[in-house]
């Protein structure tokens, strides 16, 4: 999925501005790291992908196709593209893992026998196949963001916004999430991660934006970054 | 089949908070079950019958020009009319010869060119005829035969018992109208609860691409659940008041020399009350849904 921001603007009510002039571009199948600290704008640049936000000014273009050309009865089918992952856990505590990882399926009414097959290969990738059957409090932090993750796959979407998928974990955990996100992109999904552990950065070697206050401060690969 | 999943899903949803369900449950019946007796009460005045001793006749007059011959065929028809007990003709002479008894007026006649009185067919109609809808069915049902100029029945009992069983349907209207709001402002309250209590899930799905009719559908069938369960409890209710009130009032009943029995809801009623209760429910959770589901982020 190929995604262009050009002179982007958000601003959350009248004083506090969240992105301000942001333009880039992501080619289709690449994945891309976004640091900054903390209120940086990351994870307003994320929401205004997905949808969940509209920019304030300023326009955004996913696979050459305008953003503000989707009207709210779109928004459904824009979000079935994309797969999120977040820093908190989103799982729901009623539902075991397989239900918890089958619903992006089951909103578009997948045949249960599909379901079933994709939710389970679904989680073999993500190690946690075994785990089927239990429930979300039940695992650990490290298990609870593989389970969002192989939810976030499921679809097989063309996009995956993770919006600091390893902000909770220990590095052993963080490295093995990202391996994952590497995984996928190999296999062709745009890939963007919120993150600000410097650590992961160096393990790849991929683009990187950089926000600060909400503009960016600066754009490069992550193999150069040095402590 | 997808509508009996959902319903499903729905149940197992509502069996998971059994004391709170079964808490609306019965809020929703009791409220029901309230125009349904009186809807009840309203119908069975309606099939009140009477004590023999005010037993009404219906008074037919036969047009002037009929000849006796004529009237001989009115009365053998009359005798094949359904809800006739026994019938009796005053000719025109007899009803004079009365006339001048009662008046003490004599001859009447001689000072007339002629006897300006009708023959009059006096009828007495079988016991299970003596409601108001049944004797309004005789007197229809007479009025057809060629030759009658009019009929009459003492009417005053019969319209003071219309009035009192419209008056009763038109309470028991009015209190379902006033109960069924008062029922989708519980339900929307209940529904409230319930999406609050699955905001997550509710996020969740929306963040990975469900539709607003996908978010809002569980709800909907919950509402229809509630309405449909708590109409069962009001059908249930008004059996068992049914079966409290039946024998005190056979005994009143008995006291005034008359029968009086309760009215049974018939299918057709049942299936409206719970059709409607059904509805309502889904009703409710709709406005409902579409009032706080938008509270939800992302939208």
Known sequence: MKIEFSHVNKNYGSTRQALHDVSFTIPNEEMVFVTGHSGAGKSTLLKLISLIERPTSGQILINDRNLASFKSRDIPFHRRNIGVVFQENTLINEYNVFRNVAMPLEICSTHPQEIKKRVNASLDKVGLLHKAKQYPDKLSAGEHQRVGIARAIVSRPALLLADEPTGNLDAALSDEITDLFAAFNQVGITAIIATHDNRQLKRFSCPVIELQEGQISQVYQSSEVTD | ?299
Do not use: C
């Open chain 2, 1 to 299: 089949m997808r509508f009996f999943q959902m319903l499903l899903r729905a149940w197992q949803d509502l069996l998971k908070t059994p004391s709170s369900t079964l808490a609306n449950v019965l809020v929703i019946g009791v409220a029901l079950s309230i125009p349904t007796v009186g809807y009840g009460l309203a119908k069975s005045v309606k099939e009140l019958s009477f004590a023999l001793e005010h037993k009404p006749h219906i008074n037919v007059f036969v047009s002037p020009n009929v000849s006796p011959a004529e009237i001989q065929v009115i009365e053998g028809e009359l005798g094949f009319t359904n809800g006739i007990q026994s019938i009796k003709t005053i000719t025109k002479e007899e009803a004079l010869k009365s006339f001048e008894a009662a008046s003490g007026i004599q001859n009447v006649l001689d000072s007339l060119e002629k006897n300006p009185l009708p023959t009059t067919i006096v009828i007495t109609p079988k016991d299970d005829f003596l409601s108001v809808d049944g004797i309004q069915n005789l007197i229809d049902t007479v009025k057809k035969i060629d030759g009658i100029d009019e009929v009459q029945v003492n009417q005053e009992w019969l319209e003071r018992l219309n009035m009192i069983s419209e008056f009763t349907t038109t309470i028991a209207f009015v209190l379902a109208g006033l109960i069924a709001f008062a029922i989708v402002f519980i339900l929307s309250n209940t529904i409230r609860l319930l999406i609050a209590n699955r905001k997550n899930q509710i996020m969740v799905s929306k963040l990975v691409g469900a539709s607003d009719s996908f978010v809002r559908q569980p709800f909907l069938y919950l509402g229809f659940l509630y309405g449909l369960l708590g109409g069962l409890v009001a059908y249930g209710i008004y059996w068992i008041v049914l079966f409290l009130l039946q024998q005190p009032i056979t005994e009143l009943a008995n006291s005034y020399k008359t029968t009086f029995s309760l009215y049974q809801l018939n299918n057709v009623d049942s299936a409206t009350l719970i059709v409607s209760a059904a509805v309502l429910g889904w009703l409710a959770a709709r406005f409902s849904v579409g009032k706080h589901l938008n509270d939800i982020k992302p939208r």
